[in-house]
């Protein structure tokens, strides 16, 4: 259905979920590391326009992010270099927590090794 693989459209659903979730936990912790000033509806906003473009197939993961810089600068009141930062650092959260996640789920045995 997705991506030329045969998953249901609620495993997309629910793979989709997951992943906003731990973007949008990222993207807050970096706004707030960063001091960047911005209302919290129009954090919520960026991270849902940015997961909807994760959905683009094949550059949608990349799309993501540069959609998040753009809205993010639009939408605060603070320079270029400020974005690019909290956008990278909201990747690096992301991955951290991905990986910490998948180490939970082998040793609970929900995934193999």
């Known amino acids: 259905m997705f991506y030329n693989v045969d998953h249901s459209f609620w495993y997309i659903a ?3 979920t997951a992943a906003t979730t731990i ?3 990222s ?4 706004i707030q590391l ?3 000033e911005i209302g919290f509806a129009q954090e919520i906003v960026v991270v849902v326009v940015s997961a909807l473009a994760a959905l683009v197939p094949a550059i949608g993961p990349y799309l993501a992010f540069v959609v998040g810089m753009y809205l993010l600068y639009r939408m605060a009141d ?5 974005v690019v930062g ?3 650092i909201t990747r690096a959260i992301a991955v951290i927590i991905a990986l910490g996640l ?3 789920m082998v040793a609970l045995g929900l995934l193999p090794e």
């Open 23 to 25: 973007f949008g936990a």
């Open 34 to 36: 960063l001091r960047i």
């Open 27 to 30: 993207l807050h912790t970096a």
């Open 14 to 16: 629910a793979y989709w």
């Open 86 to 88: 909290a956008v990278f």
């Open 102 to 104: 998948l180490r939970v």
């Open 78 to 82: 603070t320079s270029l270099g400020a």
